[in-house]
């Protein structure tokens, strides 16, 4: 259920992107889309998430360090965007010719998407060390009820 309300949220998010960009000519525009693409970006990392939480069997211990660093990694995300945003809106508000503000923002976007990937990446390896380290449990023969082992 939470996968497929994530699932139209990002195609929901997808598509108000794509028409978007044609509009992108005013300082309104432009901050709307790079918070559309932020939010974008943060629908495919909690996705990426929760596909991948039902992965693994893992020990209640080792799910609870998993669910914990799975946290640190939304509440860095968020501060990323914060960061963001805050850094677009000093470019935005900085004493500059219109056409130069323009594509300083427009470099600017592109640069944050990039940071936004890598920490993705960071992310993803990070989460790859932590279930390396962890033991993995074995696995268990079913057993039916009805049989004795």
């Given at each position: 259920?939470?996968?497929?309300?994530?699932?139209?949220?990002l195609s929901f998010v997808t598509a108000v992107l794509h028409t978007g960009t044609a509009?992108?000519?005013?300082?309104?525009?432009?901050?709307?889309?790079?918070?559309?693409?932020?939010?974008?970006d943060a629908l495919n990392f909690?996705?990426?998430?929760?596909?991948?939480?039902?992965?693994?069997d893992l020990a209640p211990a080792d799910a609870r360090r998993l669910e914990a660093l799975e946290l640190q990694q939304r509440l860095e995300y968020q501060q990323l965007?914060?960061?963001?945003?805050?850094r677009e809106s000093s470019l935005r508000h900085s004493p500059v010719p219109?056409?130069?503000?323009?594509?300083?923002?427009?470099?600017?976007?592109?640069l944050f998407a990039q940071?936004?990937?890598?920490?993705?990446?960071?992310?993803?390896?990070?989460?790859q060390r932590l279930l390396q380290s962890i033991a993995r449990q074995p696995l268990?023969?079913?057993?039916?009820p009805g049989r004795l082992r």
């Open positions: 259920m939470k996968s497929s309300a994530l699932l139209l949220g509009h992108a000519a005013n300082p309104a525009s432009d901050h709307r889309r790079l918070r559309l693409e932020q939010q974008q909690s996705l990426q998430q929760d596909l991948r939480a039902r992965s693994y965007e914060q960061r963001q945003r805050q219109a056409q130069d503000a323009e594509r300083r923002l427009e470099l600017q976007r592109d940071e936004r990937q890598l920490e993705l990446q960071r992310f993803e390896l990070d989460r268990r023969p079913r057993v039916d």
